[in-house]
């Protein structure tokens, strides 16, 4: 086992829980998954996400979150070091090691655009920019279509991301998501009684819970898979990271299924409330991705105290992106000064602006922001997360891969089994059924 020399530990258990909720939670939960369970048709798309979450992405959680805590280091290293006896380990941590550091890079240069257009919408809420006359429809697509504008918000979101993650400091910022997560879930369970009241929350629930199958399609099921591990920060060993900060091995099965529960119900939370929106003004669920930035503000608008809940959604809104961007350029950073031994400052900078600058075309080219989103969550992040799936079920010792079952040898036993078939047999097929080579079911 390689445990390595001390390293730095989260102050407790719930501190841990809640940064690595605060790493997942993100505008995956709220701006991504309702837009695309409005595409992809709501019921049968949700429950396939679910089951995603359940087989693929709750076991790989497990995984990470070991590897990162038996490992010690950033996610190269620790794939390294629990890989040595096995002739393949060097090469497949290689592999997994270079994925996760494209994935933070390409995600974070759209994801950032996305984080500005929140904080458009907080400057709006603050009344410093006008909405325009029409609503939030014509404000989200005049934003979209002003290049400069998206781009002055994303070089402002880059930039706190990048003094952040060069000073180091974001432990403070996680520590700061441990209050105001739970703020956020307060609003949104706040908005759901107002729907509940107002009307449309049956429609919404009839929407995203009644599952027709027939609606299911090989591109709706794919997305669903990578939204899994997207969402919950998988396969780009952003959880490997965090597991290398975890103090004892007992807690990662349950904080592990912790996370994932907490960012499943957010999700599922933001996406009754904004679809109970959509259907009470008799709209349509499949706008697209400026689906939370057309519904919510009209309902702020609408509603009694609108005025002071625009503020704080957008507020913690942009924080939980916030928290999210520093997870993903701390990874890239992290491999930087790990690997080429480059300083952290220089790391942040340099790679902050190379992300910035991808960002600025994705501000001005919308299409690219579908790109480049396509790209990572249907491809990089699946595969990053097969490869580190075969590494957990296949190359680690008996002793390092059930260290967080405490003994608990059915679950262990329950668990090896999936990761070493379920899970890759589940994305492989999703993969080669998107491809064309696998025809399932109608
Ligand atoms: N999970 C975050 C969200 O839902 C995005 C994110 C942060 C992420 N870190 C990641 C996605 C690492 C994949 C990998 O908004």
Redesign the pocket.
């Known amino acids: 086992m390689a445990n390595g020399a001390p390293r730095a530990q989260w102050g407790s258990r719930l501190g841990f829980v809640l940064a690595a909720a605060g ?7 709220i ?2 998954f309702p837009y695309i369970a409005g595409e992809y048709g709501g019921g049968a798309f949700v429950l396939f996400y679910l089951f995603c979450i359940a087989v693929v992405g709750m076991p790989l959680m497990y995984a990470e979150l070991i590897i990162g805590r038996r490992g010690g280091k950033d996610p190269l290293g620790s794939l390294r070091a629990l890989t040595k006896s096995s002739p393949a380990g060097p090469a497949l941590s290689w592999v997994a090691g270079l994925m996760s550091v494209a ?2 890079f390409l ?1 974070l240069s759209f ?1 950032s655009v996305v984080a500005g257009w929140a904080i458009h919408f907080l400057m709006i809420s603050l009344g410093a920019i006008e909405m325009a006359p029409e609503g939030a429809e014509a404000t989200f697509g005049a934003l979209v279509g002003n290049g400069w504008m998206s781009a002055l918000w994303h070089s402002v979101f880059m930039l706190i991301t990048i003094v952040v993650v060069a000073q180091g400091i974001q432990k403070g910022i996680e520590r700061a998501c441990s209050i105001l997560m739970p703020s956020l879930i307060g609003i949104l369970l706040i908005l759901l009684v107002y729907v509940g009241v107002t009307g449309g929350l049956g429609d919404s629930l009839a929407f995203l819970f009644r599952p027709n199958f027939a609606d299911l399609t090989p591109g709706g099921m794919l997305e669903a898979l990578g939204h899994a ?8 060993g ?1 959880m490997i990271t965090y597991g290398s900060y975890l103090g004892k091995d007992s807690h990662v099965l349950r904080d592990g299924v912790a996370v994932a529960i907490l ?1 499943t119900v957010i999700a599922l939370l933001a996406g009754t409330v904004i679809f109970a929106v959509v259907f009470a003004a008799g709209k349509e669920p499949g706008a697209g991705p400026g689906l939370v930035f057309v519904t919510l503000p009209d309902l702020f608008q609408s509603m009694p105290g609108g005025g002071f809940f625009a503020v704080a959604f957008f507020f913690l809104l942009i924080f ?2 916030w928290s ?2 520093i ?2 350029l701390e ?1 890239v950073v992290t491999f930087f000064v790990d690997e080429a031994k480059m300083s952290r400052t220089a790391a942040a900078w340099g790679l902050g602006l190379v992300t910035w600058g991808l960002g600025m075309a994705v501000a001005f080219h919308g299409p690219l922001l579908d790109f480049l989103d396509n790209l ?1 969550t249907r491809y990089l ?1 699946p595969g990053g997360g097969l490869v580190i799936a075969l590494i957990a079920g296949w190359m680690l010792s008996k002793q390092d891969r059930e260290a967080g079952f405490a003994g608990a040898n059915v679950l262990a036993a329950g668990w090896t089994f999936i990761i070493r078939f379920l899970t890759p047999v589940a994305v492989a097929l999703v993969l080669l059924q998107k491809m064309g080579l696998l025809q399932l079911g109608g």
Not at 23 to 29: S, Y
Not at 229 to 236: D, H
């Open positions: 790493g997942a939670v993100g505008l995956g939960n701006w991504k994935g933070g995600i994801y591990f997207f969402t919950l920060s998988l396969g780009m952003a960012d939980a992106a999210s961007a997870s993903l990874v990572t992040l």
